[in-house]
């Protein structure tokens, strides 16, 4: 269903209020601080923009002037009549270079938005691209306190503050992504190229996001709709060394009057990808890696988005429809029970063979923005179809020929959302309120079972008040209400004899039927002591219904190579965090400082049951259980700019974590890290050269001996990346170019987050890769 707005009324500028949207030269939008200022010298009141920028200022008072401030650029005062001129886009510029080098450590603010008391993170577009990472996740792991969860080159997710999976949630143009995401094998279904700026909150909030909200949020916002009259755009072309990577996007926008459009279509192709080892550990057996490559590793991709709508002097409404295709090959020697024989080279290392995974996942999502009588109304709506298929040949499970085909897991998940809020100006704050709703159904397929076939509607009301207690300190509270009911399908499975089957079935899960409510709550201030000073202070409660996955599933799960066993006796997680910031800015130096500490009551993990499973190719029987943990820990993060132009920045993070009944850690916790990188830019290098910048990256991981039950040990490494980003002047077009090498050193090194980790097998090597960017006017 898609909602066009026509708010013929409001195509006249209102005569008690009036909208503005800040922005900055790169048409990002700034939280920025508003300030009306009538005939004395100090403001009437103070205002802070949201997230897009967005902000109703009334005019009922005798306003003569508006003043606009955002750390990093510099002040710029305004009258109403220079607003209506401007349409109401008022565009900021940068201060001093002193100032925007350091401002915050640049563009990945410490502490983030003045918007939320939380420890948030905000990364633009043009560096989440510089990344070059062909997946969404690792375009973000250089990012304090956010990891990447990665099987090869091409299937990744993201982790905050040791927390991934469904604990995380991801929120892309204002629908949450749904997809499935519980698997370590399964990656995120999105392509960088497609998404717009990135904002990151670590900890939780359910109170604005919902359930599943539990460790943090990743929200994609939309690329913002062109400003300027007509049609521009980009080709990227990008490759890489590792597993001769290829893949090129082509970007279009473009503007009529108050109508726009925008486009994204991108591909991409790779081959098996390198490692730095010849043999690796599965089942117990020692097992050849046929010249250092992962036979069957490659993949391919093809993705694109389109985007049309309107802007009105009060909002704007928007249609996207996006596509995430992907096919990608599973190491042979990872599934089933492999033999030497079938991990042989086979001569053509960009060939996709059983077994593999394709990925499709659409969404049409739209979005509509308007204000009204000093009311901002919100309301998106979305439709998602994701499908996930797993292809083997059956022999190779111990299961004869069958109706599916090579058809072993096929899972295919519908999603409707609909989510509508109201925020309204007070005195010296506003008023949100929210209600969001979604429906899945998920159907199964395939002569595999794991996950069954389910049905679950989700409702949550909310509503939080931020009141500016002085012109330096704001305050926030709110409160949450979720409810949500679901259906799982009880599902038999046939039994096989020797390959044949008997005519006998196995009941491998009941009905199932769970109906929670759960309430959540949050509050915290923002001190902005001065122009270089910043103190945020947040205490939130978050939760997560649990899963059909942790609850009903039976079967191999082949991407952690277990037997994995739901408990339909789960309950409803729950998290209470408390999370501090401290950032400090001088002239040529800035520091930041978050640390966090959190209690999980019922906390949902995998353990070892202690028997063995009775299902062919696998071994133990793992099963799910709950217990109350801990976590905590921190990041921190310096940056210095020296005389000479030299930028430097060091981050670290670290987080300890304890299941408090068996006194051993969680899972999967990442190790302590370090990152020093030093950015150098040379200015005026040459006529061809417009702008050079040469920038070294040391990456310290320390080992990660704190390990739950049946959990390898993981030693630490160093690592060191090289990168050059450049423009190029030809002619009168300015081309980006790009090119980095990863893990110089070639070192050999095993991620503990790595599903690959549990088989020994090593992280890719020595990666170069070269990225070019052409603009077409």
């Known amino acids: 269903m898609v909602l066009f707005w026509v708010l013929g009324a409001t195509e006249v500028w209102a005569q008690s209020e009036i909208s503005l949207r800040i922005m900055d030269q790169a048409n990002q939008p700034l939280s920025a601080h508003i300030l009306g200022y009538a005939a004395q010298e100090s403001p009437v009141w103070v205002l802070i923009a949201d997230g897009e920028g967005r902000a109703t200022i009334s005019l009922k008072n005798s306003i003569e002037k508006i003043e606009i401030t955002h750390v990093g650029f510099e002040k710029r005062s305004v009258t109403i009549s220079q607003i209506k001129q401007l349409n109401g886009v008022i565009l900021l510029v940068p201060s001093s270079k002193d100032l925007e080098e350091v401002a915050v450590l640049g563009k990945k603010e410490a502490l983030g938005t003045l918007s939320s008391s939380l420890s948030t993170l905000k990364v633009d577009k043009e560096e989440l691209l510089s990344q070059q990472s062909i997946t969404f996740a690792g375009a973000l792991e250089n990012l304090p306190g956010v990891q990447a969860m990665n099987v090869g080159v091409g299937i990744s997710k993201p982790m905050i503050r040791g927390l991934s999976f469904n604990r995380i949630l991801i929120e892309d143009s204002g629908i949450k992504q749904e997809g499935q995401q519980w698997g370590a094998d399964h990656g995120l279904e999105i392509d960088p190229h497609t998404s717009g700026d990135v904002e990151i909150f670590k900890g939780p909030v359910s109170l604005i996001f919902g359930p599943d909200a539990l460790g943090g949020v990743v929200k994609i916002n939309p690329i913002p709709a062109p400003l300027k009259e007509g049609i521009s755009g980009s080709v990227a072309l990008d490759a890489q060394s590792n597993s001769r990577l290829i893949g090129s996007s082509l970007s279009l926008q473009a503007r009529k009057g108050k109508y726009f459009g925008l486009g994204t279509l991108s591909v991409m192709s790779h081959g098996d990808y390198e490692v ?78 059983f077994p593999r995974q394709i990925n499709t996942h659409w969404k049409l999502i739209s979005n509509t923005r308007w204000t009204v009588a000093k009311k901002e109304y919100q309301l998106d709506l979305g439709y998602q179809a994701n499908r996930r298929q797993e292809e083997s040949l059956p022999h190779v499970h111990g299961v004869g020929p069958t109706p599916s085909g090579n058809l072993a897991l096929g899972l295919s998940l519908d999603t409707y959302t609909a989510n509508f809020s109201l925020k309204t100006s007070l005195l010296n704050g506003s008023l949100q309120v929210g209600w969001m709703n979604q429906f899945m159904n998920n159907n199964y397929d395939g002569f595999e079972f794991l996950l069954p076939a389910y049905r679950s509607l989700q409702s949550g009301i909310y509503g939080v008040l931020e009141w500016s207690l002085s012109e ?213 290098f040459s006529t061809v050269f417009s702008r050079l910048t040469i920038s070294m990256d040391f990456r310290k991981i320390f080992d990660q001996n704190r390990v739950a039950r049946n959990e390898q040990a993981t030693p630490g490494y160093f690592l060191i990346d090289w990168r050059m980003d450049s423009t190029i002047q030809v002619g009168q077009r300015a081309l980006s170019l790009t090119l980095s090498v990863r893990n110089l050193g070639n070192i050999r090194y095993l991620n503990h987050l790595s599903r690959y980790r549990l088989i020994n097998i090593p992280e890719p090597g020595r990666n170069i890769a070269l990225s070019l960017r052409v603009p077409l006017n």
């Open 472 to 684: 330096k300190i704001s305050w926030n509270i709110g409160a949450r209400v979720d409810a949500q009911q679901l259906r799982i399908d009880e599902h038999f499975q046939p039994i096989y004899e020797r390959l044949v089957p008997t005519g006998e079935f196995d009941q491998r899960n009941p009905d199932i039927s769970c109906n929670p409510l759960a309430p959540s709550i949050s509050t915290g201030w923002i001190w902005q002591v001065d122009d270089s000073r910043l103190v945020k202070f947040n205490l939130g409660s978050g939760i997560r219904f649990p899963t059909p996955i942790e609850l009903a599933s039976n079967g191999i799960h082949h991407g952690n190579f277990r037997h994995e066993k739901g408990n339909s006796n789960l309950t409803t997680e729950r998290s209470w965090q408390a999370d501090l910031g401290f950032s400090q800015e001088w002239k040529a130096f800035s520091v930041a400082i978050s640390p966090f500490v959190s209690i999980y009551r019922d906390f949902i993990y995998l353990a070892p049951s202690g028997r063995f499973s009775p299902l062919p190719g696998s071994s133990m029987l793992w099963e799910y259980r709950q217990d109350n943990a801990l976590f905590a820990g921190g990041e921190i993060q310096l940056s210095y700019l020296s005389p000479w132009n030299l930028k430097t920045s060091l981050s670290g993070e670290y987080v300890w974590n304890q299941n408090t009944e068996t006194k051993l850690p969680i899972p999967l916790t990442p190790p302590a890290s370090i990152l020093a990188s030093l950015d150098y830019p040379f200015q005026e």
């Open 276 to 353: 730095p080892a010849d043999r690796y550990t599965y089942a117990g057996y020692v097992l050849p890696i046929a010249d250092q490559r992962l036979k069957n590793t490659a993949g391919r991709q093809l993705n694109f988005s389109l985007a049309g709508g309107k802007q009105f002097s009060n909002g704007e409404t928007r249609l996207t429809l996006s596509r995430f295709g992907q096919e990608a090959g599973i190491f042979t020697g990872a599934v089933g029970i492999p033999t030497a024989y079938s991990l042989e080279d086979d001569g053509d290392s960009r060939d996709i063979q």
